[in-house]
């Protein structure tokens, strides 16, 4: 008998309003090491709420939101601050500092949460950089790169203390092909290469498809279908069916959609 993998996010019941409107009605969800869950819907459906739900930057009106043996909703600021050092966040716009160079932006979590000395923080900078693909920009302000840029460093960033989950708002939002498929490589290869845990926000379909092992539809405040990607381009349900046909047509086939380990 094979002994289930250990459940890494769960959240059960989870409601959330914003200016009393309902945005989460009992949304139930989970999340497993070393997979990749893309998270789909239109704008303003509640994807990103999730995410920052999940932070503990938003408290939930009901629910229970789990990570690993902790119950995030309960946490005072100290161990939700903790907790944060495990998640990283990958943020749509980057959130770069634009005072102050890749490498510090990179150093910033280090330094602040760390006990690491100098020494020890600039060597995890150049390996995280190196790993973005980045290494030569260390000393460039935000302002001299590239919009695919920016994302890959936000990225590096994220993965400074060694997080177990990254969190990505819209990664391959606002990039021309070339640098999304950048973004969408990069994804993929830490969780076959580097075993890391993703979430995954997006409404962009091609990038969905090419880094998922696992969908999940979010519509009118509640998830109406998870599966595998092979699950999703076959699924009747109507709403999924003319979501995908709107964005991408019939979804295709990518070289990555099945990858997982």
Known sequence: MTTPPETLVEMRGVKFQFAGLAVLQSVNLSVT???TLVIMGQSGSGKSTLLRLLLGVLKAEAGSIR????EITRLLRPELNRIRTRIGMVYQDAALLSSMSVSKNIALPLEEISDKKPKEIDSIVDQKLELVGL???KEKLPAELSGGMKKRVGLARALALEPE????DEPSAGLDPINAMLINDLI?????KHKVTSIVVTHEMQSA???ATRMAMLHEGTIIEEGSPDEFRQSTNPVVSKF????IGHPKESPHANSQK
């Open 188 to 192: 993929v290869d830490l969780r076959e």
């Open 244 to 247: 995908l046909s709107a964005y």
């Open 165 to 168: 989950l990254i969190l990505f």
């Open 135 to 137: 290494k030569d920009v």
């Open 67 to 70: 990570f690993k043996d902790k």
């Open 33 to 35: 090491p070393q997979e």
């Open 209 to 211: 498809f090419a880094v």
